[in-house]
């Protein structure tokens, strides 16, 4: 028997409930519940499992330059609700909106997509690394910064 399934009977009831546990697209099908008359009576569910897909537009690496400001975009499609939260990430760590560094703002509109923009202004180097798009009930994206000094990007020929 698999764990995950849960049968359950109400007492002075005559409801029974079937909970499926992190469910995965393998559950996906049709379900038969049967009550045992003469005849059976039967009721069909069909289960569809769909998981969110989150994103950040332009990655995998975005380039930067120094005093621009980083826009970063994330998708988040295919969620049967919007997220509760979505935290932003620098080098595995939360970003604080109210720290001293300044100029960092969030804006996030919930939906059948939901999106949320993470805005930093005057791009210095230290802004520089991994930023990841954490949605509550969805697996997270990633795109590596690089703010770029002035001057021109060079490209060494091989």
């Known amino acids: 028997m ?14 029974w409930t ?6 995965t697209h393998s559950d996906t ?15 069909y569910i069909h289960l569809t499992v769909v998981e969110p897909d989150t994103e950040i537009l332009g990655g995998p690496e975005i380039f930067i ?3 621009s400001t980083i826009n970063l975009t994330c998708v988040i499609e295919h969620s049967p609700q919007p997220p509760d ?20 703002s969030v804006v996030t509109t919930k939906g059948r997509t939901t999106v949320s923009q993470l805005l930093i202004r005057h ?13 509550a009930s969805s697996r997270p994206a ?3 910064v690089h703010v770029l000094k002035g001057g021109c990007l060079r490209i060494a020929p091989t």
């Open 85 to 104: 939260f979505i935290f932003w990430e620098h080098n595995s760590k939360v970003i604080n909106y109210d720290s001293d560094r300044g100029g960092i």
């Open 29 to 43: 099908g049709v379900y038969d519940c049967q009550v045992g008359t003469t005849p059976p009576l039967d009721r």
């Open 18 to 23: 079937l909970t499926l546990r992190n469910t």
């Open 142 to 144: 990633a795109v590596s």
């Open 65 to 67: 330059d120094q005093r």
């Open 2 to 15: 698999d764990n995950r399934v849960q049968v359950e009977h109400k007492s002075q009831s005559s409801d």
């Open 123 to 135: 791009a210095r180097p230290p802004d520089s690394g991994r930023y990841t798009c954490r949605p």
